[in-house]
């Protein structure tokens, strides 16, 4: 059975990055989530991968849905020309607002505020907080030493295995989304309230 995708939440670099590969990952995300008629969610800004994911997913004729902090819209340079745009009062609203749009996750590149983002729906799967699959668009191989590092904490016991499969990882938009949909959610243990059976 494969889940339909009817809203994407992305999360993405506020700058380019180094390599062309990072800027056209991003495109085509945005090109492809518009052509499959999934909506685009987003941290709202016209900058870096964000910005250029935005655009193509626009010039593609997509929806696509933006959430910024009042205080960011001039830093991320709030995106003009979204399908909507809502501004919110603080980084905890717009993290809750973009996941409760989303069926489902995916990670571009991106620096420090992409990692939390990202660990952040992780380790919420982990807890059983929500079971919307998370996907790293592992462009250029940029996600390789973050997934060696998973890889160490697993080997070295802080984190179990199992969590690891919260998470898809494909260096091809196409084959991303198809994984995604795809994607069954893990079995968490359940938990026992004293005085139950
Ligand atoms: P970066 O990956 O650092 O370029 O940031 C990408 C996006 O993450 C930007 O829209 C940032 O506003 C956002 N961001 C940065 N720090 C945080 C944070 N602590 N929590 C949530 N989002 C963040």
Not at 108 to 127: D, H, I, N
Request: contains cysteine.
């Amino acid at each position: 059975m494969t889940a339909s995708l009817q809203r994407i939440c992305v999360f993405a670099g506020s700058s380019v990055g180094s390599r062309r590969v990072y800027v056209e990952a991003a495109e085509q995300l945005g090109r492809t989530l518009a052509q499959q008629n999934i909506g685009l969610v987003y941290g709202g800004g016209g900058v870096g991968l964000m910005g250029r994911m935005a655009d193509a997913a626009l010039a593609a004729g997509g929806q696509v849905i933006g959430v910024i902090p009042e205080a960011l819209q001039q830093r991320e340079v709030g995106h003009r020309n979204l399908t909507e745009l809502h501004v919110v009062a603080s980084m905890h609203q717009r993290k809750e607002l973009m996941a409760s749009y989303a069926d489902a996750f995916v990670v571009l590149p991106g620096g420090l505020g992409t990692l939390e983002e990202t660990f952040e729906v992780w380790t919420w799967a982990q807890l059983g907080f929500h079971r919307k699959p998370i996907g790293l668009l592992d462009a250029g191989g940029y996600w390789q030493p973050m997934i060696a590092m998973i890889d160490h904490m697993i080997d070295q016991g802080f984190v179990n295995s199992r969590h690891r499969e919260f998470v898809c990882i494909e260096s091809q938009v196409p084959e991303l989304l198809e994984a995604l949909r795809a994607w069954q959610p893990v079995e968490q243990p359940r938990v026992i309230r004293s005085g139950e059976t």
